[in-house]
């Protein structure tokens, strides 16, 4: 099975700036879309952005645009969440997934762990 570990997360002050990593366990992770989603306390699991296998198209939610960046390099199994100009309201545990390109949570097969992220004074 594919596995996918996140890592990157942390506290951060408003307007400061984290870097997500998403690592493949195999070279299959390549042949498939990375999306990104959020949970917040309390909150129904949100997606955020993803991108296509080849790295080439890309969606964001409206509640992140111009602010997060999201890239993939291949050759290291490896996609990337660059998260710049943070809210509060981005506070949550951060997840990788898996699957078919598009922002619905059922085109995703595999998850990875979550990781946390804070942003707070």
């Known amino acids: 099975q594919l596995h996918v570990v996140e890592s990157g997360g942390g506290l951060v002050q408003p307007g400061g700036s984290l870097r997500l990593s998403c690592v493949g366990s195999?070279?299959?992770?390549?042949?498939?879309?990375v999306g990104w989603f959020r949970q917040a306390p309390g909150k129904e699991r949100e997606g955020v952005s993803c991108?296509?296998?080849?790295?080439?198209?890309?969606l964001y939610a409206d509640s992140v645009k111009g602010r997060f960046t999201i890239s993939r390099n291949n050759t290291k199994n490896t996609a990337y969440l660059q998260m710049n100009s943070l809210k509060p309201e981005d506070t949550g545990v951060y997840y990788c997934?898996?699957?078919?390109?598009?922002?619905?949570?059922?085109?995703?097969?595999?998850w990875g762990q979550g990781t946390q992220v804070t942003v707070s004074l």
């Open positions: 997934a898996v699957g078919t390109y598009g922002m619905a949570e059922r085109g995703y097969n595999y």
């Open positions: 991108i296509s296998s080849g790295g080439s198209h890309t």
């Open positions: 195999e070279f299959l992770f390549n042949y498939y879309a």
